[in-house]
């Protein structure tokens, strides 16, 4: 059994709690966070401390903190034996400064409201050393089917794609539910076409599935859009996309 320490109590960790919590591999030894309140729910699941000089041994400690604070957390686990991990896509390896270090990306979108299934969900492993490698698989696969080697580099990369792909297309879903809102219309109405935006992936690349106006190079039906947006952030948003999808197509229009 590995023994696993979490430090952070926000969207990442309650997940990772939870999943690993519930894995035969990993034995969920300590739960570290900086707010009381906070921690008490978590109680009879592991030991609890918002202490951060009170650490408990462990083989592997995932600090799941805001990137920002990683680097100042994981300066309270120096000296310890075990293996020191974070959770962020965009953040180095080596803003830990323990000697065995690494990283513990899974690659999905995290809510603390939304429990999720860790099984699908691709965790992405990097280490200092090959024995950390291993442990970090060893952890992975007690949660996920996918565990994937993935350098510094590559995760700024994949982080890179991971905004595009999910915050970009939220925030445009975002502004549809506006749209809808202030025509009184329900967003739910919606709903099976951004389904079907995703499960055509499936079987279609993102260049081939791709349709609508700008697709098409129909300016009167952006041109009648624009008209229809009342606000200039989403004018402007609404006419970058547009021109960036004829020109991604120019060659066939
Ligand atoms: N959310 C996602 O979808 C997602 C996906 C993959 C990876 N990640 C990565 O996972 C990490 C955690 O993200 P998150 O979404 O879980 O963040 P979050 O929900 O904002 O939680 C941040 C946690 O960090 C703690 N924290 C912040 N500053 C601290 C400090 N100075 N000292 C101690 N603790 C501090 C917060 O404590 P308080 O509650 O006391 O403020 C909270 O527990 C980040 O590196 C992020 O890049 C996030």
Known sequence: MLSVVILGTGNVAENLIHALYHSKQAHLLQIVGRKQHALNKYTGKAKITSNFENIEDADIYIIAVSDSAIQMVAEKLLGKQGLVVHTSGATSMHSISSVNKGVFYPLQTFTKERILDFTNIPICVEASNNQGLELLHKLGTSISSQVHEISSEQREKLHLAAVFANNFSNHLFHISEMVCAKEGLSFELLKPLILETVQKLESLSPYKAQTGP?????????????????DEEHKKLYTLLSEAIMKTYEKEL
């Open 214 to 230: 700008a697709r098409r190079k129909d300016i009167p039906s952006m041109e009648k859009h624009l008209e229809l947006l009342p």
